[in-house]
């Protein structure tokens, strides 16, 4: 979630021999102050497919040269999705212009610490991920790959129906099946933590289909 962005910006263009491109300062920290590094920030110009992927330094900046003449989308990447949290309008130079100096985005974002996999199905009564799950596990693997400070935590749950003794043993195998994934991909084994509750923790209704279904879940903790 995302509290404030604050955007300081000279769009008048000066005098010079050629033109520049324009460049856009990002310093992302948390509501205590404290520098978020090593997020994903996307420009991406409205109404075109050019845009510019931005990794947060320790201190929380990252810097990007754009071109002039659009309006550009900020978006924040998380393990979920991607979301909105302005724009930034780098104006059209003419001929023999430059900007005097960089546009500075300040942004205070609070990042969640609990995803509820929304995509993540198994073969029925088994630990096997389907082939259709694996885009949103990738997602998980590039979050790791460039926030390789955390560790995370891979829960299972089910719903109720069967033994509650078979549910638990599938809870944990479906986390671990979670785990050996983002392994095979590169991922430290020692960063990765499973567990599994079987039907012990739902979140709807198990009299419903939907809420059954609600509540076979895996979710993840960041650490």
């Known amino acids: 979630?995302?509290?404030?962005?604050?955007?300081?910006?000279?769009?008048?263009?000066?005098?010079?021999?050629?033109?520049?491109?324009?460049?856009?300062?990002?310093?992302l920290t948390n509501r205590?102050?404290?520098a978020l590094k090593h997020e994903e920030v996307l420009l991406w110009a409205t109404n075109t497919r050019k845009y510019y992927?931005?990794?947060?330094?320790?201190?929380?900046?990252?810097?990007?040269?754009?071109?002039?003449?659009?309006?550009?989308?900020i978006l924040l990447k998380t393990i979920e999705d991607t979301t909105t949290y302005g724009t930034v309008d780098v104006p059209e130079l003419k001929a023999n212009e430059y900007f005097p100096g960089p546009m500075a985005i300040d942004m205070t974002y609070e990042p969640g610490r609990h995803y509820v996999f929304?995509?993540?199905?198994?073969?029925?009564?088994?630990?096997?991920?389907?082939?259709?799950s694996f885009k949103e596990l990738e997602e998980l693997v590039d979050y790791m790959q460039y926030k390789t400070e955390i560790t995370v935590e891979i829960d299972g749950h089910t719903d109720n129906v069967g033994k509650e003794e078979e549910?638990?043993?599938?809870?944990?195998?479906?986390?671990l099946a979670v785990k050996n994934y983002l392994i095979h991909k590169g991922i430290d084994a020692g960063r990765i933590k499973t567990d599994g509750f079987g039907s012990s923790q739902p979140i709807a209704d198990n009299?419903?289909?939907?809420?059954r279904q609600k509540n076979r879940r895996t979710e993840l903790k960041i650490l």
């Open 167 to 175: 549910n638990l043993k599938l809870s944990q195998q479906r986390a």
């Open 207 to 211: 009299s419903t289909d939907e809420g």
């Open 118 to 132: 929304h995509h993540l199905e198994f073969d029925f009564g088994k630990a096997t991920v389907k082939k259709e």
């Open 53 to 73: 992927s931005l990794i947060t330094d320790n201190d929380g900046r990252a810097t990007a040269k754009v071109d002039p003449g659009y309006k550009y989308t």
């Open 32 to 34: 205590k102050q404290q």
């Open 1 to 27: 979630m995302v509290s404030s962005v604050c955007i300081s910006q000279n769009k008048n263009a000066v005098n010079a021999d050629s033109a520049h491109k324009a460049v856009i300062q990002i310093h």
